[in-house]
């Protein structure tokens, strides 16, 4: 009898440990609170990998209040226009050689530049709200996962907390990348590394949940001075703020799965300060389907001012700001709706009609090249 508890006991302990091991999504209670909350381990991009998601998830983004993230989405144009004088540079910007020739070259732009700047697609933007690859567009989501929650939050008039200091956190990233890979990855992982890819290692690991395996692999192949920079340090910042906006509200906390796992994760900083955190899984029915397709559809209804350029050039009625994109002819303006996943352009671009008369373009020859380079309906 003694021999058969004995066993079962073992068998329960070990269940347990690896379901600690193999889960994405953790529940944060005790030490106070009077709500549980949650920690979701996401990857930043939009491949369907990072949407392998169960009906537990939706449920708990459905049921918080607030929505936390390593950074608000909502900040990241406006901290980059503070952050340079200049907008946003673009590779054809501005170029020392030759500055007085081409600067002050008064030249009309032909219709196939013109049908050039239409069909132009911001790469920010991509960045920003989309985070697509052209060519794997069929084996992606619409967005990438941690601005999928940030929708489902907007949408649904959560409110969005930053957990860091998004220019200190740009900073350690910076200082990272400065010393980052050892100069040979540990031997076990040396030797996976023979018969698989890197990526497709981190992958299947993420795939299966298995954040102790991220970890191992990312100690196993960056330096100590990376691991600080880029988790450590990072890690009790944003341990911190959960810390102080669990007490507030319901939390759904979506961050990068990196920073959950190993001594110096989020997860054993939240169990140091008292936390019981326990780990949450579930099947994927169509239950969680249903509620994914009720944060897509959701439309969020904004409030719109009006927004102009510098110098007053033209005025348009937008949900947000616009925010110049520096080009070495014409200028771009952007004003992304997040929530609603949608943005507005404006393509400005000198024709010099008033200095060259016979290269006036015509409202009919506009309307062409509009209908051949707008994609979609007009």
């Known amino acids: 009898m003694r021999l058969t508890i004995a066993i079962v006991f073992l068998f329960f302990s070990t269940a347990l440990l690896s379901q600690e091991k193999n889960s994405l999504l953790w529940e944060i209670s005790g030490n106070g609170l009077k709500k549980s909350s949650y920690l979701y381990g996401t990857m930043h991009v939009s491949k369907k990998i990072a949407f392998r998601l169960d009906d537990v998830f939706y449920e708990a983004l459905e049921q918080s209040e607030k929505v936390a993230l390593e950074s608000d989405p909502?900040?990241?144009?406006?901290?980059?226009?503070?952050?340079?004088?200049?907008?946003?540079?673009?590779?054809?910007?501005?170029?020392?050689?030759?500055?007085?020739?081409?600067?002050?070259?008064?030249?009309?732009?032909?219709?196939?530049?013109?049908?050039?700047?239409?069909?132009?697609?911001?790469?920010?933007?991509?960045?920003?709200?989309?985070?697509?690859?052209?060519?794997?567009?069929?084996?992606?989501?619409?967005?990438y996962l941690d601005m999928f929650i940030y929708q489902a939050g907007s949408k649904f008039n959560k409110p969005i907390i930053a957990l860091e200091d998004l220019e200190e956190s740009t900073a350690l990233v910076g200082r990272a990348s400065l010393n980052a890979v050892k100069q040979k990855p540990d031997e076990w992982l040396q030797k996976k590394m023979q018969r698989q890819d890197l990526m497709f290692l981190m992958q299947d690991a993420y795939r299966e949940r298995n954040i102790n395996l991220l970890d191992s692999i990312d100690r196993a192949m960056y330096t100590e001075h990376y691991l600080k920079n880029?988790?450590?340090?990072?890690?009790?910042?944003?341990?911190?703020?959960?810390?102080?906006?669990?007490?507030?509200?319901?939390?759904?906390?979506?961050?990068?799965?990196?920073?959950?796992?190993?001594?110096?994760?989020?997860?054993?900083?939240?169990?140091?300060?008292?936390?019981?955190?326990?780990?949450?899984?579930?099947?994927?029915?169509?239950?969680?389907?249903?509620?994914?397709?009720?944060?897509?559809?959701?439309?969020?209804?904004?409030?719109?001012?009006?927004?102009?350029?510098?110098?007053?050039?033209?005025?348009?009625?937008?949900?947000?700001?616009?925010?110049?994109?520096?080009?070495?002819?014409?200028?771009?303006?952007?004003?992304?709706?997040?929530?609603?996943?949608?943005?507005?352009?404006?393509?400005?671009?000198?024709t010099f009609s008033f200095l060259k008369k016979e290269s006036v373009y015509s409202l009919e020859d506009i309307d062409e090249l509009l209908f051949e380079n707008i994609p979609g309906k007009i």
Request: aromatic share 12%.
């Open 74 to 143: 909502g900040t990241w144009l406006e901290s980059d226009t503070e952050m340079s004088d200049n907008g946003f540079p673009q590779d054809n910007g501005f170029n020392a050689k030759g500055f007085y020739t081409h600067s002050f070259n008064i030249k009309n732009p032909t219709k196939e530049q013109l049908a050039g700047y239409l069909a132009f697609e911001d790469r920010l933007i991509n960045n920003i709200l989309y985070r697509t690859n052209e060519y794997s567009q069929n084996f992606e989501e619409e967005t």
């Open 230 to 350: 880029m988790l450590y340090i990072r890690n009790e910042n944003m341990a911190h703020s959960l810390d102080s906006v669990m007490k507030t509200a319901k939390v759904f906390a979506g961050i990068g799965a990196a920073h959950l796992p190993g001594e110096n994760g989020v997860i054993a900083l939240l169990r140091k300060k008292g936390y019981t955190v326990k780990p949450l899984v579930s099947s994927s029915t169509a239950k969680g389907q249903r509620l994914k397709e009720v944060f897509e559809s959701k439309r969020r209804d904004n409030n719109y001012n009006t927004f102009a350029p510098d110098d007053d050039f033209f005025s348009v009625l937008l949900p947000a700001k616009l925010y110049p994109v520096s080009e070495y002819i014409n200028t771009t303006y952007l004003s992304p709706d997040l929530a609603n996943g949608s943005y507005f352009m404006v393509n400005r671009i000198p």
